[in-house]
């Protein structure tokens, strides 16, 4: 059973109001059966130095990636992690974090993609719960272990991979990473590595939306006249538009990709993961640097 | 480029391989335990580089704000000086193992720590190896500002 959704105004103009809880849901719901707060971050120790009572960490890396192959971790393995949680197939999820959520929003779709229903984010992230001087508990959570069911990754909707993106051209695509990245500028000097990929720029044809774009000043998203200003005037995004999100390794685009599907509205958003680090690497790809996206390659 | 070795291993100074022992001796999960203990242990910048963060340098290898100054002293110690925010507890402990590793040391004994050094502290797994990055490149970063102080 899930718990009821957050009625609050601020959320009602987005296209899946029930996406978002605020501070102050959570604070009333704190405890409710059926309700896990879920923790991650960027920084693996933040939970550690405290986190909203009860919570539970999911660690992007260590927990969601597969320890060997560039991959998600597959069924039984996110079985075994979120039932340790005590998440159930039909627990509301709420999570929260870091850094505006990016990594927060990198869980969500992580979780859709293993097709949990109820997954929520905390509009405002541990920023907000922390300057509003929410409590905080340092003992780590541990939760009865309950069963999930064994349901397998469906990548085909909302994950896209390289060869995707080759036949996408022609279609929208958004860089989400900064302008610096995007232009393919390079900062090398001898003892200053660059890690992560060979070549600098973009993927051609991409608009450059950098994804914190989408946050007001407090770490809550903006209103949606303000999300349509910058995605639909400012980056030519229309309804019906088939898109490609993509950053370095995908975490980043996956916050846009929660703007667009669940704020926004638009169906079939991809998240390219597999993003610079692997386009930037890959051989014989279409390249383009500046900062124009430049034209749609011939292929 | 150095590569790894049992004898460049017996030559860690005492203090690195104290840490790397204290580190190797607990399960998975408390590491990250010990590494907050680090973080919370990383001392605040004397207030000669608090009026001047000029002087520091940052770490754009780690994800978060972490900026480093080396100091070398008439008999040749260095003295590694790091600040990053309260947010970025992993980082701060990074910084922290350096800072307590590397002090007392010479000149030559900094230059001489292993490169991979983080790597063979038994984070890999509890932090990640994508992460530990960054303090293999606040390694690197300290030993240069070394080579840079005594050409000076």
Same mark, same amino acid.
């Given at each position: 059973m899930t718990v009821e959704v957050d009625p609050s105004p601020t959320f009602t103009a987005f296209a899946h109001p029930g996406r978002l809880v605020s501070t102050d849901w959570l604070r009333a719901n704190l405890g409710t059966p059926g309700l896990v707060v879920v923790e991650s971050d960027e920084d693996v120790l933040l939970y550690?130095?405290?986190?909203? &009572?009860?919570? @539970?960490? *999911?660690?992007?890396? !260590?927990?969601?990636?597969d320890p @060997?192959?560039?991959?998600?971790?597959?069924?039984?393995?996110f079985a075994a992690l979120v039932g340790s949680k005590g998440i159930s197939r039909d627990t509301t999820v709420v999570i929260y974090g870091d850094k505006n959520n990016w990594w927060a929003a990198y869980a969500l779709w992580v979780f859709t993609l293993f097709g949990h229903e109820d997954v929520r984010?905390?509009?405002?992230?541990?920023?907000?719960?922390?300057?509003?001087?929410?409590?905080?508990?340092? /003992?780590?959570?541990?939760? /009865?272990?309950?069963?999930? &069911?064994?349901?397998e990754r469906d990548d085909s909707a909302i994950r896209a991979f390289k060869d995707d993106v080759l036949a996408h051209f022609g279609k929208p695509l958004i860089d989400v990473r900064s302008p610096e990245e995007f232009s393919g500028e390079r900062t090398t000097a001898p003892a200053y590595p660059e890690e992560g990929s060979l070549r600098a720029g973009h993927i051609p044809s991409a608009q450059n939306v950098p994804w914190g774009k989408a946050v007001a000043e407090d770490g809550t998203f903006r209103a949606l006249p303000e999300l349509d200003a910058i995605y639909r005037s400012g980056a030519g995004l229309? =309804?019906?538009?088939?898109?490609?999100?993509?950053?370095? *390794?995908?975490?980043?685009?996956?916050?846009?990709?929660?703007? #667009?599907?669940?704020? #926004?509205?638009?169906?079939?958003?991809?998240?390219?993961?597999?993003?610079?680090?692997?386009?930037?690497?890959? @051989?014989?790809?279409?390249?383009?640097?500046?900062?124009?996206?430049?034209?749609?390659?011939?292929? | 480029m150095e590569y790894w070795s049992p004898m460049t291993r017996s030559a860690l100074p005492e203090s690195l391989a104290q840490i790397r022992e204290d580190f190797l001796e607990l399960e998975q999960g408390?590491?990250?335990f010990l590494l907050l203990e680090f973080a919370n242990e990383l001392p605040e910048l004397p207030?000669?580089?608090?009026?001047?963060?000029?002087?520091?340098?940052?770490? @754009?290898?780690?994800?978060?704000?972490v900026s480093i100054f080396v100091e070398v002293d008439e008999n040749r110690i260095v003295h590694l000086h790091a600040t990053a925010p309260k947010e970025a507890p992993t980082t701060r402990g990074f910084a922290? *193992?350096?800072?307590?590793? #590397?002090?007392?040391? !010479?000149?030559?004994?900094?230059?001489?720590? &292993? =490169?991979?050094?983080?790597?063979? *502290?038994?984070?890999?797994?509890?932090?990640?190896?994508?992460?530990i990055r960054g303090m293999t490149a606040m390694l690197a970063r300290a030993k240069r500002q070394v080579r840079e102080r005594i050409v000076a």
């Open positions: 550690e130095t405290g986190h909203i &009572p009860g919570s @539970v960490k *999911i660690d992007w890396h !260590t927990d969601l990636n @060997v192959e560039r991959d998600y971790i597959d069924g039984s393995r984010l905390l509009d405002g992230g541990r920023a907000k719960w922390e300057a509003e001087e929410g409590e905080y508990v340092t /003992a780590t959570s541990r939760p /009865a272990a309950v069963d999930y &069911p064994v349901v229309a =309804d019906d538009d088939d898109v490609i999100a993509y950053c370095r *390794i995908g975490e980043r685009s996956a916050h846009t990709w929660f703007v #667009l599907t669940h704020l #926004l509205g638009f169906e079939g958003v991809r998240n390219y993961d597999g993003s610079w680090t692997e386009w930037g690497s890959a @051989v014989r790809v279409p390249i383009a640097t500046g900062s124009e996206p430049g034209p749609v390659p011939i292929h | 408390d590491r990250l207030p000669r580089y608090t009026d001047h963060p000029d002087l520091l340098e940052r770490v @754009v290898e780690c994800q978060s704000p922290s *193992i350096l800072a307590q590793g #590397l002090a007392g040391l !010479t000149v030559d004994q900094v230059l001489e720590v &292993p =490169d991979d050094f983080p790597n063979t *502290i038994g984070l890999t797994e509890a932090v990640s190896l994508l992460r």
